[in-house]
């Protein structure tokens, strides 16, 4: 039997027919937590440009890529093989490369290459980082109605959020840390995820992470439409009704970009059990309210209770210093 590929729904942005888009938003989270977008309001010179910018990044030798490797701040390059903290992956590192990019827009702590050589690399980015927020925000109404909440109710902020291009090489690799995956599999940790490609295969994902065997179903490529899912701080905040989804992307043979976009709420956000995704049958599964302070602190959290160790709303204050060298 060839490779299952996932049937996921398609929500078109620009309909009129609200009602019906909050009702398929509903089910595509609840069975799939994926779904494409089109008429998604991020325009095709933008989505261009971003890609020549990238591997125009990218193609650039270790060492110059490495002048740039991510700060303290996790702003900035991040090589292959560099970091595999993911629950599922036992530890491998991603054979990916990738640039983090936030905001900046209260405080620049981003890596910016030289304007020089990158001319237009810091507006490109910006651009695309206001369009994927714009295109957040109305997807995240559409999410809030679906959950009988008001439309305004999730707040995508730009403090958390980060853009980050990444590269495959499609080349296997000799792995410090015995991986085999451009991306091990994993779920998203945060609220949403926005997520273009440049049409080469390779995205899995798994519904059933405990299913064994695991069942992978590839993620076919829609000329125009953005992949969707959302994390696992969305999970939790929705009691598990809507689903943060174990996905991969295996290496196949050939170079492939893509483009993420991982959203979350202001670091003040208080996640407390949706009203309408718990009753008396189905009480709340995690006890305690959390505030989120910062990203990386959240990540702390994440994979300690993720390994059944801890889940104590106190480790939330931790600033993350598991990237290894
Ligand atoms: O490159 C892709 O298609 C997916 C990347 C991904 O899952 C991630 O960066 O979290
Ligand atoms: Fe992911």
Request: charged fraction near 25%; charge should be negative.
């Amino acid at each position: 039997m060839g490779p299952v590929s996932a049937d996921l729904p398609v929500i078109d942005l620009a309909s009129p027919d609200i009602a019906a888009a909050t009702k398929s938003i509903r089910k595509a989270l609840v069975d799939y937590g994926f779904l494409y977008v089109i008429n998604h309001g991020i325009d095709d010179a933008t989505m261009k440009s971003v890609y020549a910018e990238s591997k125009k990044f990218f193609e650039q030798s270790m060492e110059e890529k490495m002048a740039l490797e991510k700060n303290s701040s996790h702003r900035g390059y991040i090589r292959p093989d560099f970091e595999g903290f993911e629950a599922d992956a036992g530890g491998k590192g991603d054979l990916l490369e990738c640039f983090h990019i936030g905001s900046g827009k209260s405080q620049d702590v981003n890596q910016w290459p030289s304007a020089e050589r990158f001319p237009s690399w810091k507006e490109t980015m910006e651009k695309y980082y206001d369009c994927a927020m714009a295109t957040s925000k109305k997807i995240m109404s559409l999410i809030a109605l679906s959950l009988d909440l008001d439309a305004e109710f999730f707040q995508p902020d730009g403090s958390e959020t980060i853009l980050r291009p990444i590269h495959y090489s499609g080349n296997a690799m000799e792995s410090k840390y015995g991986s085999d995956h451009g991306a091990n599999a994993h779920t998203d940790y945060g609220m949403l995820t926005l997520l273009s490609t440049d049409g080469t295969p390779g995205l899995q994902i798994c519904r059933d992470k405990d299913a064994r065997p695991q069942l992978w179903e590839d993620v076919h490529h829609i000329q125009g439409a953005l992949v969707v899912n959302i994390g696992d701080l969305l999970e939790r905040w929705t009691n598990n009704v809507y689903r943060s989804t174990l996905h991969r992307v295996l290496m196949v043979g050939k170079e492939r970009y893509s483009v993420a976009f991982f959203v979350w709420p202001s670091p003040d956000t208080m996640v407390t059990c949706i009203e309408s995704c718990c009753s008396e049958a189905n009480p709340p599964r995690s006890s305690s309210i959390i505030k989120i302070f910062d990203m990386f602190g959240y990540l702390s959290y994440l994979m300690l209770s993720k390994s059944d160790t801890f889940s104590d709303i106190r480790l939330l204050g931790v600033m993350n210093t598991w990237s290894r060298d």
